[in-house]
């Protein structure tokens, strides 16, 4: 603002309060409908806010301040609902997100490579089919991969019975998918069983989510130089010394933040959780963001419901701080 | 990126159908053994990703109304009869098709439109000046994109739930909180802003407008200061750059932001959900998931089918489009410091 300088004082008050003109319109809209909305939150979430508080709000006189009993009945599971303890959610949820990422980044990449191999036949009518998860609605998704794990009329447990027809097993498939809550390996996650439906959402995810990173892969391969390949290849390195030298080294700029990216919307991952378990059986696949809703939509718990969303926003600000960070070794280490 | 473009304006997608093939020593044939054994995975591949998508169009395709008792993924029939069921009764409300979409698109669009607006200049004092509290107002910008969507929905379903016009009778009508009937009468509600589009709209754009202004801002910040400073030179003020320079060269981010937004209000259920009650103020989102699952057991799954190509149509097509600029917007531009 090297002009503004030269300018008479007058004009110069007025220019230093021009940026806060540009804010005024966001900030008097958002003042309103974002920032009150979550102090009025962080209010509630000191208080027994029911239903029967709705007409009046906080002039209700019978609403009762309660301290921050809300926030230590939800760490220490004292909340009247069933199935219910925030540390296994909370692990639950890492885990969820954490085991997605750490499928679709690999699948994306992998794919990615091999149909970049030289010569390969139908290659771009591949490449334009595996997109077409990434066109899709997740919301549409989820309802159709809801449908296709119905237990009794569900296409996979169909798919299932016709291959294990051809092994000479004639009774029909019938796994409960989205029902069963014996875990089919026990003890993978201490703390938190992985029922069926954890599977299912991991297939109905994985499919929905390694073409994003395949495409991502795909652009970040084209800008490795060819000659990189050329020179390993006279040196004697085999395809499998190429790859895990130079491609794995020169993606990971690329794939560090789609990672990252992946996990955020993974973590809050609401719409296929809601569609396609709601949460069960008996909260095994309840994620942070689903039992909040809960609280609000069934229970109609506001108070614990606002204590509950201000523990999730520290979550999350955890979450963007680590994230944050590995994202920023990884650019320091992509300009190296 | 930058390093390859030879071909920089097109489409992700027709880039990604036609790019080089990098990595790879030129003019040697594949062996055949590899060929086929990287077909037959590519296929399998293929079956998987197909899977789902031809079982919903068969479906959707099929006229009969049973459930599914076995696999088909090949449509033996081409029967529109779900499609026209479904445009004629969505629900088993009396609500049309034609009143479910107009909620969808007026609140999709709405909320995309009001949020750019309002964003855009808030974004442009962020990316241009250089003022005291920039930094604290920036990091107050953020601060709501750290709380999901149910936690912003639950405070403004309890705020506007307490703003409704009341019939008090008599030719008196009252807007609580503010004005109450006479003598302590309750009244007959005639609207509650949380149960109306408009609520659901406002939530949204809450939501909505921390994402437009980081998103914008981002990219305001790549357009260089030297077409500012030449237009200073000229005799203009911030207000005519901003109007007559920034604002046209940021029309192209403009139109991502905004459709970036569409795609995801298009598929909005959390908010919609909590807030609406009455089927009238129904979205698409929401019919579909009235379709599935627990809810569904009357519904013919064909019906379901044919909803939910229905719904997927418009996103697709978006995102077809401008595929690039969303992959790009998303995971690289977007929220930077």
């Known amino acids: 603002m090297e002009l503004a300088n030269k300018k008479i004082s007058g004009t110069k008050i007025k220019r230093n309060l021009l940026p ?27 208080t027994n806010f029911e239903t029967k ?26 909340l009247p609902v069933e199935n219910f303890n925030f540390f296994r959610v909370l692990e639950f949820n890492f885990w969820w997100a954490l085991s997605n990422v750490f499928l679709h980044v690999p699948a994306g990449v992998l794919i990615a490579v091999m149909l970049n191999t030289e010569g390969l036949w139908l290659k771009k009518l591949y490449r334009a089919l595996y997109i077409l998860p990434v066109v899709v609605p997740p919301i549409v998704v989820a309802t159709v991969w809801r449908n296709i794990f ?58 929905l989510g390694w073409p994003l990173m395949s495409v991502i892969a795909t652009g970040a391969l084209q800008s490795i130089p060819r000659d990189l390949y050329e020179a390993a290849a006279i040196d004697g390195a085999t395809s499998f010394q190429q790859f895990r030298n130079i491609t794995i080294p020169l993606l990971t700029p690329a794939m560090m933040p789609a990672a990252v990216y992946g996990f955020t919307i993974t973590f809050n991952l609401f719409g296929l959780v809601f569609f396609m378990t709601g949460g069960g059986p008996a909260r095994s696949t309840e994620l942070l963001v689903t039992f909040a809703y809960n609280l609000v939509r069934n229970l109609r718990w506001f108070g614990v419901a606002a204590a509950f969303a201000v523990i999730i926003f520290f979550v999350a600000l955890v979450v963007l701080l680590i994230t944050n960070r590995i994202t920023r070794a990884t650019q320091s280490y992509s300009e190296a | 990126m930058s390093a390859n473009s030879q071909t920089p304006k097109k489409n992700l997608l027709v880039r990604f159908l036609t790019m080089n093939t990098s990595g790879q020593t030129s003019g040697r044939d594949l062996p055949l053994w590899r060929q ?58 009396p609500v049309s098709f034609i009143q479910l979409l107009r909620n969808s698109i007026g609140l999709s669009v709405g909320v995309g439109l009001v949020a750019l607006l309002v964003a855009v200049t808030a974004a442009y004092s962020f990316s241009r000046f250089n003022f005291k509290m920039r930094e604290v107002l920036m990091v107050l910008v953020f601060i709501p994109l750290l709380m999901p969507g149910v936690g912003l929905a639950t405070p403004l379903y309890l705020l506007l739930n307490q703003l409704k016009i009341v019939d008090c009778g008599q030719g008196v009508t009252a807007l609580l909180p503010w004005f109450a009937c006479d003598g302590g009468l309750k009244g007959r509600l005639i609207f509650n802003l949380r149960d109306s589009l408009l609520g659901v709209g406002i939530a949204i754009t809450a939501g909505a407008l921390p994402f437009a202004i980081w998103n914008l801002k981002g990219y305001l910040d790549t357009i260089p200061k030297e077409l500012e400073e030449a237009a200073a030179i000229d005799g203009a003020d911030t207000n005519q750059t901003f109007w007559k320079i920034i604002l046209p060269l940021a029309m192209p981010q403009l139109a991502v932001t905004f459709f970036i937004g569409f ?10 959900w909590l ?9 698409l989102a929401m019919t579909l998931y009235n379709m599935t699952g627990q809810y ?22 978006v995102y077809i489009f401008l595929q690039k600029q969303i992959v790009g917007g998303l995971t690289t531009g977007g929220v930077k410091g």
């Open chain 2, 296 to 317: 569904a057991s009357s519904i013919p799954w064909n019906r379901f089918a044919a909803m939910a190509v229905i719904v997927a149509l418009p996103v697709a097509v």
């Open chain 1, 53 to 78: 508080h709705l007409l009046l709000g906080l002039n209700s006189p019978e609403l009762k301040f309660v301290g921050l009993k809300n926030y230590i009945d939800i760490f220490t599971g004292a």
């Open chain 2, 275 to 283: 807030f609406l009650s009455q089927p009238k103020d129904y979205t």
């Open chain 1, 150 to 207: 119905d237990e009794q009329y569900g296409a996979m447990n169909q798919l299932l019975t016709s291959i294990s027809i051809l092994f000479g097993h004639l009774d029909p498939v019938h796994l409960r998918w989205l029902t069963e809550y014996t875990p089919p390996i026990p003890g993978f996650l201490p703390g938190a069983p992985l029922t069926l439906a954890y599977y299912a959402m991991m297939i109905a995810n994985f499919w």
């Open chain 1, 20 to 46: 806060y003109y540009y804010l005024v319109p966001a900030f008097l809209i958002m003042g309103v409908i974002t920032f009150y909305p979550l102090i009025y939150q962080v209010i509630i979430s000191f």
């Open chain 2, 36 to 93: 086929l054994l990287t077909q037959i995975l590519c296929l399998f591949i293929l079956f998987s990703v197909m899977f789902p998508i031809m079982y919903i169009v068969t479906l959707s395709l099929s006229s009969k109304t049973t459930r599914p008792s076995s696999l088909q993924l090949i449509p033996t029939e081409i029967s529109f009869v779900a499609y026209k069921q479904v445009l004629d009764h969505p629900t088993g409300n």
């Open chain 2, 263 to 272: 795609i995801g209000n298009w598929q909005e259920f959390v908010t919609s």
